[in-house]
């Protein structure tokens, strides 16, 4: 039986997407195991416990009415035909299946508002078996004067609605590129997003419940189930202190880019936090819990979405105990276009680079790019967020002067004067790379 975290379980096909016809004839019920979840002693159908239900139902984007009758090791006519994909996803790169997380190649990420079908996935545990937003309740409780539990239609209802947009990092985007390697979802660019979230402020809903002087954090929970299928045992379970909280950036979503939410992105509700890493913005958000202490929910304790308190050589051990959370992301840009590795066509000279770039507190003032390994920078045409943590798009046209390979980079600056490095600042846990990006360029 595979571990609960099994990440790179799976057989890759051209290092996107799993075989499932592989998978199922070398082990058909590790297959479900892993694919749709833990198969019982002596339970050939592991995938048809609730949890494993809601994520087939999510991969063919339908309910299956007779899915008791479903042998073991069988795979539905709508997933083969092809290897997995996950319905309402395109172009994605998963890096494993239980849980499922997948990222998305830089150049997909061109739009200003990232399209549902590309937004990354980063998922702990397996999906709630009932996403429905008629069922759903949200319950705000813990130190507060008043207790609520909220529809999504008394949320609606109770407390005026706002659309932004915002952008959503893993901590561990570009955890790929460490050396020596750190643990975890090998992350290269593409755990980043920014999507239209309409829903309500946090702090409407916080101050309708009253936020007793007692209370210093939130504690945040979802309806997503542990990997290992134990009742009662959370995936992740994190917070922020309440002066974070209270900031009025913070959303509870029901809609992305206009439409409910997708399954992989929480579905029918969920949270949302600007700037700090993006496993505090809970997914199938059902409680939040304001405590008088810091909350010590799954992966609020130990090194989880830590840092050293000051710089380490690579390779150095860190005593956890010192290690200190990460709250506001770093400055960081990402080159959209041109894709990496493009040849122009013969005599043609001039590229057009454009991208994104974002912080976690305060704006971005500049983006440069380079031709020539660092020697020189040239300044880009850098808009404004449409929004307090939107990502803000940059673009220039550079003359490349000869045949030859060229690598563009790209370097942000913040309003604080912070910019991107070059190299990869090493912490344990691969958190937090704002390394400058890099793309190829051929010209002939």
């Known amino acids: 039986m595979p571990k609960d975290n099994s990440p790179n379980d799976l057989p890759q096909d051209g290092g996107t997407e799993t075989d499932l016809f592989q998978l199922y004839a070398d082990d058909p019920d590790k297959a479900d195991d892993i694919v749709f979840g833990r198969v019982a002693h002596g339970d050939r159908r592991g995938f048809l416990k609730g949890a494993g239900l809601a994520t087939m139902g999510a991969l063919i984007g339908a309910a299956i009415p007779f899915h008791r009758n479903m042998p073991a090791g069988f795979i539905p006519e709508a997933l083969a035909a092809t290897p997995l994909k996950i319905d309402g996803k395109d172009g994605l790169t998963i890096l494993n299946d239980r849980p499922v997380n997948a990222e998305t190649p830089a150049h997909l990420l061109d739009d200003d508002v990232t399209p549902t079908a590309r937004h990354f996935i980063r998922n702990n545990g397996?999906?709630?078996?009932?996403?429905?937003?008629?069922?759903?309740?949200?319950?705000?409780?813990?130190?507060?004067?008043?207790?609520?539990?909220?529809?999504?239609?008394?949320?609606?209802?109770?407390?005026?609605?706002?659309?932004?947009?915002?952008?959503?990092?893993?901590?561990?985007?570009?955890?790929?590129?460490?050396?020596?390697?750190?643990?975890?979802?090998?992350?290269?660019?593409?755990?980043?997003?920014?999507?239209?979230?309409?829903?309500?402020?946090?702090?409407?809903?916080?101050?309708?419940?009253?936020?007793?002087?007692?209370a210093i954090y939130t504690a945040h929970f979802g309806a997503d189930t542990h990997l290992s299928g134990k009742e009662g045992k959370l995936p992740i379970s994190r917070g922020v202190p309440i002066a974070k909280a209270m900031d009025e950036n913070n959303m509870i979503a029901w809609a992305m880019n206009g439409e409910?939410?997708?399954?992989?992105?929480?579905?029918?509700?969920?949270?949302?936090?600007?700037?700090?890493?993006?496993?505090?913005?809970?997914?199938?958000?059902?409680?939040?819990?304001?405590?008088?202490?810091?909350?010590?929910?799954?992966?609020?304790?130990?090194?989880?979405?830590?840092?050293?308190?000051?710089?380490?050589?690579?390779?150095?051990?860190?005593?956890?105990?010192?290690?200190?959370?990460?709250?506001?992301?770093?400055?960081?840009?990402?080159?959209?276009?041109?894709?990496?590795?493009?040849?122009?066509?013969?005599?043609?000279?001039?590229?057009?680079?454009?991208?994104?770039?974002?912080?976690?507190?305060?704006?971005?003032?500049?983006?440069?790019?380079?031709?020539?390994?660092?020697?020189?920078?040239?300044?880009?045409?850098?808009?404004?967020?449409?929004?307090?943590?939107?990502?803000?798009?940059?673009?220039?046209?550079?003359?490349?002067?000869?045949?030859?390979?060229?690598?563009?980079?790209?370097?942000?600056?913040?309003?604080?004067?912070?910019?991107?490095?070059?190299?990869?600042?090493?912490?344990?846990k691969g958190y937090c790379n704002n390394a400058m990006h890099r793309v190829s360029v051929y010209a002939s």
């Open 126 to 214: 397996l999906l709630p078996d009932d996403m429905s937003p008629d069922n759903w309740t949200l319950t705000i409780d813990g130190f507060v004067d008043t207790p609520l539990k909220l529809s999504i239609a008394d949320l609606k209802a109770k407390f005026p609605t706002v659309t932004r947009k915002i952008w959503l990092e893993c901590g561990g985007n570009g955890r790929a590129f460490f050396d020596p390697k750190a643990k975890g979802n090998q992350w290269s660019l593409g755990a980043v997003g920014c999507a239209e979230w309409t829903g309500v402020r946090l702090i409407d809903v916080l101050k309708a419940a009253g936020v007793k002087k007692e």
């Open 260 to 428: 409910a939410i997708h399954p992989m992105n929480g579905a029918p509700l969920r949270l949302i936090i600007p700037g700090w890493p993006g496993s505090v913005s809970h997914k199938w958000f059902n409680r939040m819990e304001l405590r008088d202490v810091v909350h010590d929910g799954p992966k609020m304790t130990g090194d989880a979405y830590r840092l050293p308190p000051h710089p380490v050589a690579p390779g150095e051990k860190v005593d956890k105990k010192k290690m200190v959370f990460i709250e506001a992301m770093p400055v960081k840009s990402l080159i959209t276009f041109p894709e990496t590795g493009v040849k122009l066509p013969k005599g043609e000279r001039s590229v057009q680079v454009r991208g994104h770039a974002w912080v976690g507190e305060g704006k971005v003032s500049s983006v440069e790019v380079s031709i020539d390994f660092g020697a020189t920078w040239i300044k880009t045409n850098l808009a404004d967020p449409a929004n307090p943590f939107a990502w803000q798009r940059f673009t220039q046209t550079v003359n490349l002067p000869q045949e030859g390979y060229y690598e563009i980079w790209a370097r942000a600056v913040d309003d604080k004067g912070r910019s991107q490095p070059f190299a990869v600042a090493w912490n344990p």
